[in-house]
């Protein structure tokens, strides 16, 4: 028995198709298959059931595949170990960050980030959080910057800063002429929101229903927030925006933000990782560069965390 069986075999099991996993694993297909027909043979037993479309695993492959990812897990260990104990920052490095903190967030560190470590090789994906929890847990992503708490106890969150929420209002609006808002005066009917698959559309709603009025109607959905200012400065409404993304905003637009009273809605924004995560060195010097930046651009603290989970129907 070898790692690398271990290896294809939790391939196959992952994309369920052993052309794909062959393809995954930068081998041919008749060498994935031999390595794993090997393995069968020596443990006289079938992992999988080739008569199944697509592949499927035996009882007991499915027992012998959570013992392969704890000792392919464990091997990679020791190369984190030797790269730990060396000093050595460097190596790929795939990053996962949600759609509504890219554009604001990634500028700000970016650029000090690969500067100060030339060696590694950062990959970002802009994914979902229900995408990000999937490649975390599938090992397809070192780490991710997202909404949270996600009340995943497989996942390992870990704040970076709270991020208030602004009310973006137009003139014609019943609400342009209060300084500050008030919860408990949002009407989610008139306000516009980003389109599903986002989990800042799930905090507003969350916030809504549970500090002002909230029916299942909405007139507009959008994917951007750039969008969303847009239409509302066409009096279609007013809008909510994370406070980062009004930074940009020009003088004349800024005329339409209101912040909220006091303690402030605010989503939090965590660096989170798979709680078997081997590049953890890696994972703190990233963590410590984008404090580093973020510390001189938002600090709040008389805030009110609203979640980014779909609240259930009668909670």
């Not at 500028?107 to 995408?131: A, D, G």
Request: proline share 4%.
């Amino acid at each position: 028995m070898t790692i690398t069986q271990l290896k294809y075999v939790l391939a196959v099991a992952e994309y369920q198709n052993f052309t794909v996993a062959s393809e995954h694993c930068f081998v041919t297909q008749p060498t994935l298959s031999m390595q794993i027909q090997k393995l069968e043979d020596e443990l006289e037993t079938k992992i999988f059931n080739r008569n199944k479309k697509p592949i499927q695993l035996t009882e007991i492959g499915a027992k012998i595949i959570e013992q392969a990812k704890i000792i392919v897990d464990e091997s990679n260990r020791i190369n984190d170990i030797v790269e730990q104990q060396k000093g050595y920052i460097g190596g790929d490095f795939k990053l996962g960050i949600i759609p509504t903190i890219m554009p604001t967030l990634l500028p700000l560190f970016l650029k000090t980030f690969i500067k100060k470590y030339p060696k590694v090789n950062l990959k970002i994906e802009e994914l979902t959080t229900e995408e990000i929890v999937k490649k975390l847990s599938d090992g397809h992503i070192d780490v991710a910057i997202a909404a949270t708490p996600l009340e995943n106890e497989n996942i390992k969150e870990r704040v970076l800063y709270y991020e208030p929420f602004v009310g973006f209002v137009p003139s014609e609006h019943r609400l342009f002429a209060d300084k500050t808002l008030a919860v408990e005066n949002l009407n989610i009917e008139d306000i516009l929101l980003l389109e599903d698959g986002h989990c800042f559309k799930e905090s507003i709603l969350n916030l809504c229903s549970t500090f002002g009025k909230s029916k299942q109607h909405f007139q507009l959905h959008s994917g951007s927030f750039d969008t969303l200012i847009k239409l509302s400065k066409e009096g279609l409404g007013m809008t909510l925006l994370p406070y980062l993304q009004t930074l940009d905003l020009n003088d004349k637009d800024r005329v339409n933000l209101r912040e909220f009273n006091k303690p402030v809605p605010a989503r939090e924004v965590s660096i989170i990782y798979h709680k078997s995560q081997l590049k953890i060195h890696l994972i703190e010097t990233f963590k410590t560069v984008i404090d580093s930046v973020i510390r001189g651009v938002i600090a709040f603290n008389d805030v009110k965390i609203i979640s980014p989970l779909q609240q259930k129907k009668g909670a």
